[in-house]
């Protein structure tokens, strides 16, 4: 036993020996060259990512050497494109992303649900190299947005939304979210990488989509009206619960946000006769019956979970009406018009004196 243990000490020994060995010669710098080299890291890549790119660029002579660095310090890497060189240590490349010492930097932009693409592509012009102009050129390119969908890459973009009569095919699947891009991003960086995440939002409700009678387009576009009908998880299901009711009894949807959205108007504007009765393919405000029975041709913006979660799984009731409280917000919901045309009465009442 004591010969084992000896044995077993000695290829200890060795094994540390090689070990720090190994992790000297891996935390050198890679050669005495002074050549620059630039180096992304995009927002959200794995330390280990990082690490291989690394050596992959011929920085550093070992991934595995910095993978351990890592470990043992766990510093906060900043994305951005950085200019670096083989002569630099492992350590000073860490202490060079540490501090953001970048040749062009990330920057956060925040995207909020219940808005439209008009609306984000203002926010990323502010933020990113690319135009308001230019982002929404790019949001009508049929060839660009055929692309996408021939791609396979995103399961919930389908057919539906290369429909010639919807004014921004990708309206309603850009998830509303924070993210963070360099600041020279494409826009189809920005796009792609958006679609990404909306796929991984969507994921745990996949199945359930599928199985639905009403396709992903459909969904999205309920969401994105009850999105902006209600505020709460609960009146968002029973908003979607109306709606789906007056679909089965072929009545229209009669809903502002549509209307609004139809004539590319945001609510709070004042709608006029003839805006009211536009005849377009998001107005479910139309009386002639051309929209009974019928969602709009797409979403009018994004919208959160819940609101998906609502357009899925709406409440068990038998309201066909609802009206809220312009100043509070609380929703209210009716069985029969009667008791609509009451609730709004009393809402006029009550704003009024307020």
Known sequence: ??????????????????????????????????????????PGTPKTTIAKNLENAGLIRSQYALDIYMILSSPTIQAGEYILSPNMTPKQIIEKFQKGDVKINSATVTLIEGKRITDYAEILDEKYSFTKQEFLKKMTDIDYITSLVESKKYWFLTESILEPSIYYPLEGYLYPDTYEFLETATIEDVVETILSHTEKKLEPLKEQILSNSRSIHELLTMASIVEKEANSKLDRQKASQVFYKRLEMNMSLGSDVTAYY?????????????????????????????????????????????????????????????????????????????????????????????
């Open 1 to 42: 036993m004591k010969k084992v243990a000896i044995v077993l000490s000695i290829i200890i020994i060795i094994g540390l020996v090689l070990f720090t060995g190994f992790y000297i010669w891996g935390t050198n710098a890679k050669s005495k060259e002074e050549k620059m080299i630039n180096f992304i890291i995009d």
């Open 262 to 354: 139809g004539v590319n108007k945001t609510m709070g504007e004042e709608l006029t006769i003839n805006e009211l009765n536009d005849n377009n393919p998001y107005n479910t405000r139309l009386t002639d019956g051309t929209m009974n029975g019928k969602l709009p041709i797409g979403p009018i913006c994004s919208s959160d979970i819940t609101s998906i979660e609502a357009a899925l799984s709406p409440t068990d009731t038998n309201y066909l009406y609802f009206v809220a409280n312009v100043c509070t917000g609380e929703v209210f919901f009716q069985e029969n018009y009667q008791e609509f045309i009451v609730k709004v009465r009393e809402l006029q009442t009550i704003c009024d004196k307020n």
